[in-house]
């Protein structure tokens, strides 16, 4: 299996892709959170923002704050749910806020998304960073929120049926690096049988063909943890099992940010970006199918 071949360019940053009826549905960091759709996976329209103004209470949480960042979507109890980050570069006094609209299809009368507000904030005190939403459910259906960049790792919380994170839990840390800066964020987990796999991406992004993001991967049989690579070392030890770089590919730098999707027809898919040595370094989204082989992701 390959990448697969998308028609022109596609430019995209901390790609997530679901899917609708027979449409697919991008979403990624950019300016109001663009949105494209699909129906094949390969040829991608622009649709649209979630939002044509920043919702008024980022702009009083997080002062300096512009374009939204690695937007979460999920369909919850009849409606599709956006999670996005509210920050600005290399501070971790950031928000997580959510939105939701009964359907994608900016067509239809049930289209319109309605701002919830902010879901965390996080402080210059605190030892996470309210960046990089993530969510999934545990084997009960229970949702867990996952988030975070840089400073303690990625970050653990439960969440009630309503989206919002349980009052009075305690962060549950699941992945670090052990060293300052902490470069390990953009976490996604993802359950295939018996394991809940976490994926990562480890060192820096956002320096065009210079980027060092690689994804990285775990698992266990518990969604809190703890999560081993294939040597056991636990990724809050700096583990992960490497699965795509910088040498992965002749043409692609600093692959990271992933999310995983499944389809209809069960096919899985790892979705990211990449930074294109022959585009000057611009981002580009990649979809690739995966497999999973002896319990773990399998890439060609």
């Not at 690579?229 to 770089?245: H, Q, W, Y």
């Not at 611009?282 to 999973?292: G, N």
């Amino acid at each position: 299996m390959a990448l697969l071949d998308l028609t022109g360019f596609v430019l995209a940053h901390d790609p997530v892709i679901v899917r609708e009826g027979n449409t697919y549905w991008r979403f990624q960091t950019g300016p109001g959170i663009p949105v494209s759709s699909s129906s094949d996976l390969k040829n991608w329209t622009y649709r649209g923002k979630v939002f044509n103004e920043n919702p008024e209470w980022t702009k009083i949480s997080i002062p300096g704050s512009t374009d939204f960042w690695a937007p979460e979507v999920v369909y919850r109890n009849g409606r599709w749910r956006i999670y996005y980050a509210v920050s600005t570069f290399g501070k971790n006094k950031s928000a997580i806020g959510l939105a939701e609209t009964k359907t994608l299809d900016p067509t239809s009368p049930d289209f319109g998304w309605t701002d919830r507000g902010a879901v965390l904030l996080s402080k210059e005190s605190d030892n996470y960073n309210a960046i990089d939403p993530a969510v999934a459910a545990d084997e009960k259906g229970r949702d867990y929120f996952l988030f975070g960049s840089f400073w303690g790792g990625l970050v653990l919380f439960p969440l009630e049926e309503d989206g919002t994170i349980t009052k009075g839990s305690e962060a549950l840390f699941v992945a670090s690096r052990q060293t300052e800066p902490n470069p390990v964020e953009g976490g996604f987990i993802f359950k295939e049988g018996d394991w809940y796999y976490l994926f990562a991406s480890h060192d820096f992004c956002c320096r065009g063909t210079a980027s060092s993001y690689h994804i990285v991967v775990g698992r266990s049989r518990s969604i809190t943890g703890p999560y081993l690579d294939k040597a056991g070392v636990p990724m809050t030890e700096s583990g992960g099992f490497l699965l795509r770089d910088g040498s992965s590919h002749k043409r692609w730098a600093g692959p990271g940010h992933n999310s995983v999707f499944r389809d209809t027809d069960g096919k899985i898919y790892l979705v990211y970006h990449a930074y294109d040595r022959e585009n000057n370094g611009l981002q580009q989204l990649q979809i690739e199918p995966m497999t999973f082989e002896n319990g773990w992701p399998c890439l060609s």
